[in-house]
């Protein structure tokens, strides 16, 4: 299995030998939403002050002003790490380079019913297209195809890096509207590990110095043990910076591990209760160690938003990673499982399909006298194809169709964009197959063509009826939750 290479792309050219030079692994995002739910500890006056003083808010003019529709249901949060070496990064992260970097990321999905979450990991070697970003003179760059996703960061080549690029990235990539992005570095993972009086991490086997910097040459002292142990400050910067001598030494091969520390942080702060003694110091960390986007860029806008989080269930936040498979030394998104998984984000569905809106939907049960007879595609092949601009609806006929027993042999965007109705094109000796499929999509039209077989191509129409379909169960299965056995699941990405 080939193991992703080193190199970083960006608007502006690549970045300087100096600031590239001895570029190790970025820490683990700290689930930094957790951390803002200390803010409803209540504080108030010059402490509540402070904490508004405290906060750094990136420039919102470099946020794309082409982007999806606001979300119906729930909301979205983008967690970005940054190895950035400048101020006190330096003595924590070791080596050089000031340029803000980052390569563990996070697309949090908060349900409307204000009790579940997911969180999907985004590979940084993952081949995306980036849109135009805002570069800091003020003028754009041009789009680019086919470019690692943690470059979208570094464009500008900045200490605080390009938070709004990434998000541009991300929506472009996901077709949802982030509605927050939050950006945590070395020194404020580390702050905010300490504040909860360290995370509960587990090791398959021991870890030496030699493993987190395979470059010294040696094996050196002993890191840590195996087994269960707790964790703050540089030492859980080190466990979750830990890439060879664990699993296959890939960034990809770390992936779960991130994922149960995040899970064990979220855990230790809601053993500790909603209390101003103990969630004050975590509150002020926060505070003091993130970037965000001016929508929370005050103490009473975090207060609100926290007060959106403090109910939500261990055991129904999940963290998974975006479908992925290698391609070289690269990563590359599974097109069809991921817009499985971005359809069902935006209609607001868990991993398994369940409806987490908080809304009271509609029965669409019909009658026993109306039932109609259960389709079966079985021993039909249909290739389906997305005619609109709205993401996901070719993985979701997709869904569908599998569900009733069709074969699906392709699933894709049509070459044209704009189609308004639905339609079933079927080769001569495959009429009778496209009755079958009409009536999973009576609203269709069929139109008869030389070419053999069927093809689905989804119009406008079946965007405004078509009801959502869960992701994979391939998806589900691979789900970690926060309240996992920290030493159960550590592999693979």
């Keep these: 299995?080939?193991?992703?290479?080193?190199?970083?792309?960006?608007?502006?050219?690549?970045?300087?030998?100096?600031?590239?030079?001895?570029?190790?692994?970025?820490?683990?995002?700290?689930?930094?939403?957790?951390?803002?739910?200390?803010?409803?500890?209540?504080?108030?006056?010059?402490?509540?002050a402070k904490l508004s003083s405290s906060i750094n808010t990136f420039d919102g003019q470099?946020?794309?002003?082409?982007?999806?529709?606001?979300?119906?249901?729930?909301?979205?949060?983008?967690?970005?790490?940054?190895?950035?070496?400048?101020?006190?990064?330096?003595?924590?992260?070791?080596?050089?380079?000031?340029?803000?970097?980052?390569?563990?990321?996070?697309?949090?999905?908060?349900?409307?019913?204000?009790?579940?979450?997911?969180?999907?990991?985004?590979?940084?070697?993952?081949?995306?297209?980036?849109?135009?970003?805002?570069?800091?003179?003020?003028?754009?760059?041009?789009?680019?195809?086919?470019?690692?996703?943690?470059?979208?960061?570094?464009?500008?080549?900045?200490?605080?890096?390009?938070?709004?690029?990434?998000?541009?990235?991300?929506?472009?990539?996901?077709?949802?509207?982030?509605?927050?992005?939050?950006?945590?570095?070395?020194?404020?993972?580390?702050?905010?590990?300490?504040?909860?009086?360290?995370?509960?991490?587990?090791?398959?086997?021991?870890?030496?110095?030699?493993?987190?910097?395979?470059?010294?040459?040696?094996?050196?002292?002993?890191?840590?043990?195996?087994?269960?142990?707790?964790?703050?400050?540089?030492?859980?910067?080190?466990?979750?910076?830990?890439?060879?001598?664990?699993?296959?030494?890939?960034?990809?091969?770390?992936i779960k591990r991130q994922q149960a520390f995040i899970g064990s942080l979220i855990k230790k702060v809601k053993a500790q209760g909603l209390d101003p003694v103990t969630l004050l110091p975590l509150a002020e960390a926060a505070a003091a160690s993130m970037t965000v986007d001016p929508g929370l860029g005050s103490a009473d806008k975090l207060?609100?938003?926290?007060?959106?989080?403090?109910?939500?269930?261990?055991?129904?936040?999940?963290?998974?990673?975006?479908?992925?498979?290698?391609?070289?030394?690269?990563?590359?998104?599974?097109?069809?499982?991921?817009?499985?998984?971005?359809?069902?984000l935006k209609a607001d569905r868990t991993l398994d399909g369940a409806d987490a809106s908080g809304k009271v939907r509609p029965s669409a049960k019909p009658s026993a006298k109306s039932a109609p007879k259960p389709v079966s595609g079985a021993g039909i092949n249909l290739a389906v194809y997305n005619g609109t601009t709205v993401s996901g609806l070719a993985a979701r006929a997709a869904a569908e169709l599998k569900a009733a027993g069709f074969t699906v042999t392709a699933v894709g965007t049509a070459a044209s964009q704009s189609t308004l109705k639905t339609v079933i094109q079927y080769g001569p000796a495959a009429t009778d197959q496209a009755r079958t499929v009409a009536r999973l999509h009576p609203k269709a039209e069929r139109v008869p063509v030389a070419a053999p077989g069927i093809t689905l191509i989804l119009g406008s129409d079946y965007a405004t009826s078509a009801a959502p379909a869960p992701t994979p169960t391939t998806l589900n299965g691979k789900a970690r939750s926060a309240d996992d056995d920290p030493c159960s699941n550590l592999s693979y990405g």
């Design 1 to 48: 299995m080939s193991r992703p290479t080193r190199e970083t792309r960006h608007g502006q050219g690549r970045v300087p030998r100096r600031a590239r030079r001895r570029r190790s692994r970025t820490p683990l995002v700290v689930l930094a939403v957790t951390a803002l739910v200390a803010v409803v500890a209540g504080v108030a006056g010059t402490v509540y």
């Design 62 to 254: 470099g946020i794309d002003g082409n982007r999806p529709a606001a979300n119906v249901a729930g909301q979205n949060i983008l967690i970005i790490g940054s190895d950035s070496r400048s101020g006190n990064n330096a003595k924590l992260g070791g080596g050089t380079g000031a340029v803000g970097r980052s390569d563990t990321t996070l697309l949090v999905h908060v349900y409307g019913d204000g009790k579940h979450a997911v969180a999907v990991s985004i590979p940084r070697d993952t081949l995306v297209d980036i849109p135009r970003c805002r570069l800091p003179d003020g003028t754009w760059t041009a789009p680019q195809t086919g470019a690692m996703f943690n470059s979208a960061f570094t464009v500008g080549v900045t200490a605080k890096g390009n938070p709004a690029c990434t998000q541009n990235t991300v929506e472009k990539l996901t077709g949802l509207r982030i509605d927050h992005t939050i950006v945590v570095d070395f020194d404020g993972f580390a702050k905010i590990t300490e504040a909860v009086g360290g995370v509960q991490v587990c090791l398959p086997n021991y870890v030496y110095q030699g493993d987190l910097n395979p470059n010294r040459g040696s094996r050196g002292q002993l890191l840590f043990a195996k087994g269960l142990q707790t964790v703050s400050g540089q030492k859980a910067l080190d466990y979750v910076r830990i890439r060879h001598g664990l699993g296959d030494g890939s960034d990809i091969g770390r």
């Design 303 to 344: 207060l609100s938003f926290a007060l959106g989080l403090k109910d939500i269930d261990l055991h129904n936040t999940k963290f998974v990673t975006l479908p992925w498979r290698y391609q070289g030394a690269r990563v590359a998104v599974v097109q069809s499982e991921a817009e499985q998984l971005w359809a069902a």
